[in-house]
């Protein structure tokens, strides 16, 4: 079946723009998580969905970041008059189940470049 | 709060020499582990997790690892390298007690296997 797709794949924007990325997850994941993917660096955990829950947001890194989920499938992360640092891979991963079935599945990810 | 150290930045290995890459974690309660994988060019793919059982967890294309309660460690392991095995390996922590569903992913770790 298809796999999380991410659009666009590839954004470049300019500094103090607005840009929002795109995560269409898995069919019937009722879980979604955002990444951030630094040149040399880790994961960074971003935020997190789960069915009707309240988001776990505690990753994003200032109020310019927020991420929305609409009728517990596609989410949207805005991030608001972007800086250069904001430059990165933004990655994001859905899953179904929790314990034995607790594997995340990756979308190919936005690269995102602020000039 | 959970964290997951990866102490090299970088691994090299011969092709046909086995290989480890190593992972320790922190968290408060009981933790799920992971490892993941990013060839180049391409996704994160699952490789692994332990949930609970057998300490010694069989994955993906040979790779296995074994949960160290008491070094508090996961360590990747392949007995016998391959060149097709460079990528960028990553360790994951959910402590399954207090962190909600939050993953915390580690820096990661490149591989270099050398023909």
């Known amino acids: 079946g298809a796999g999380v797709s991410q659009s666009p794949s590839n954004k470049v924007t300019e500094k103090g723009k607005d840009v929002e990325l795109r995560c269409d997850p898995i069919?019937?994941?009722?879980?979604l998580y955002w990444y951030r993917q630094s040149l040399g660096q880790g994961l960074e955990f971003l935020i997190y969905?789960?069915?009707?829950?309240?988001?776990?947001k505690s990753g994003l890194p200032s109020d310019r970041f927020s991420a929305e989920r609409t009728g517990g499938s596609v989410s949207t992360l805005t991030i608001q008059r972007t800086q250069q640092e904001d430059s990165a891979v933004y990655l994001c991963?859905?899953?179904?189940?929790?314990?034995?079935?607790?594997?995340?599945?990756f979308g190919p990810g936005t690269r995102l470049l602020v000039l | 709060a959970q964290s997951v150290a990866q102490p090299e930045d970088q691994v090299n290995v011969a092709e046909g020499n086995p290989l480890t890459v190593k992972c320790t974690y922190s968290v408060s309660g009981n933790p799920y582990l992971f490892w993941y994988v990013q060839y180049p060019n391409r996704g994160l793919q699952f490789l692994l997790k332990?949930?609970?059982?057998?300490?010694l967890v069989k994955g993906s294309y040979g790779f296995e690892a074994e949960f160290n309660k008491s070094q508090t460690s996961f360590h990747l392991k392949k007995p016998s390298a391959l060149v097709s095995d460079s990528a960028l390996y990553f360790c994951?922590?959910?402590?399954?007690?207090?962190?909600?569903?939050?993953?915390?992913f580690g820096a990661g770790t490149r591989l270099f296997v050398k023909a």
């Open positions: 069919s019937g994941h009722t879980a």
């Open positions: 991963a859905s899953r179904t189940g929790q314990g034995y079935q607790e594997t995340q599945y």
């Open positions: 994951a922590v959910r402590d399954r007690n207090t962190g909600g569903f939050k993953t915390i």
């Open positions: 332990y949930i609970t059982g057998d300490n």
């Open positions: 969905f789960q069915g009707n829950s309240a988001p776990d």
